[in-house]
């Protein structure tokens, strides 16, 4: 769709066939309000930020300043992590998302799950926002818990142990930043920054899923082009992971790293 037709269609509630199938009239407050939209664009705001939502697998999810926007990448992720977990039975399956910003990831995965709960950890209170409001809309706030706290004190003081550890941590090399379009640099640029190399969060996040994960239970990170050799490496260095696998997203790159904890993992 175009930017016209994405801000007509949040501000009158209607498909892009119903805007040509029962073209709609404009209230004169209507008229202002898509001049405005058109004018964020032309300054640069990101679609999303504007319309104050993106579709998910298909489910609403809303966004504003301050929080990551979701990826197509990303529902690669999501739609492994669905597959993984229905491998391993009806049981109950309890997840954990580091760095959940919107919540997208646990708003997906645990719709398509009847028998799964999560915890959506972030250290933005901002964001947390936008992840409690998307749990309830989607019909998923008694099963997702948002957390505000960072990683490394949420291990040391909790008792869960995970079925499994997702994240889409950021991992964009900080010098890259400053080349990225002017849309993207409008969102929070801790949910961008990935350190010198990108890779700054991996080095935490996979030894902590290892202290919270139960014996044989999945991590699945999302990463960035380039670095699956270096990701590769972090896991092997770490030790502990059984059947680590790459998946590609739709435009055939790597995206996805998963991995089981090992039984020899104490």
């Excluded at 926002?129 to 949420?154: H, L, T, Y």
Aim: glycine share 8%.
């Amino acid at each position: 769709m175009t930017d016209e037709e994405l801000f007509l269609t949040a501000l009158l509630g209607c498909t892009r066939s119903e805007l040509y199938t029962h073209p709609p009239t404009l209230t004169e407050e209507q008229k202002l309000e898509l001049e405005r939209m058109k004018w964020r664009r032309a300054a640069g705001d990101p679609v999303q930020y504007i319309c104050g939502f993106t579709e998910f697998l298909g489910h609403r999810i809303e966004v504003g300043t301050g929080v990551l926007i979701p990826r197509p990448e990303t529902e690669v992720l999501a739609d492994e992590v669905i597959r993984e977990l229905k491998t391993d039975g009806q049981g109950e399956h309890f997840i954990l998302d580091i760095g959940t910003g919107s919540g997208c990831l646990p708003v997906a995965i645990v719709k398509a799950l009847p028998n799964c709960r999560a915890v959506a950890l972030d250290i933005s209170a901002e964001a947390l926002v936008f992840a409690r409001r998307n749990a309830i809309i989607n019909g998923v706030g008694s099963r997702i818990e948002c957390v505000k706290r960072d990683v490394f004190w949420f291990v040391d003081e909790t008792s869960h142990r995970f079925d499994a550890v997702i994240s889409n941590p950021p991992y964009i090399p900080t010098f890259m930043l400053e080349r990225l379009p002017e849309d993207v640099r409008k969102e929070p640029a801790s949910a961008l920054d990935g350190g010198p190399d990108g890779l700054h969060f991996y080095r935490y996040i996979i030894p902590a899923a290892q202290r919270v994960l139960k014996t044989g239970g999945l991590i699945a990170l999302e990463f960035g082009d380039g670095q699956r050799k270096e990701l590769e490496n972090l896991f092997a260095q770490t030790g502990g992971w059984d059947k680590i696998r790459i998946i590609k997203d739709n435009a055939g790159k790597s995206r996805v790293i998963m991995a089981r904890r090992s039984a020899a993992v104490s």
